[in-house]
């Protein structure tokens, strides 16, 4: 029953935000990426809220840590 049992990742070496565009189509990732760079148009609560009543789940603090390039994937 317990197979595959393994602890969580560390959050300090993924970004959520790349975790999901990796596994949406060409169209969807385009769309993120163009929410993700429109600040005025997706406030990251908005966007998070939008993402997620369309089945993504991504915290408006992680999208925030990305824009801002705080997260891993901005890290030398």
Not at 8 to 24: E, Q, S, W
Not at 53 to 59: E, F, K, R, V, Y
């Amino acid at each position: 029953m317990l197979e595959g049992l393994t602890p969580p990742r560390n959050k300090a070496h993924y970004c959520k935000v790349a975790d999901t565009i990796a596994t949406l189509s060409v169209e969807d990732v385009t769309i993120l990426t163009e929410a993700l760079n429109d600040r005025d148009s997706w406030p990251a609560s908005t966007l998070s809220t939008q993402l997620r009543l369309m089945g993504l789940s991504l915290a408006d603090t992680t999208i925030t840590k990305h824009r801002n390039q705080a997260c891993v994937c901005y890290r030398g």
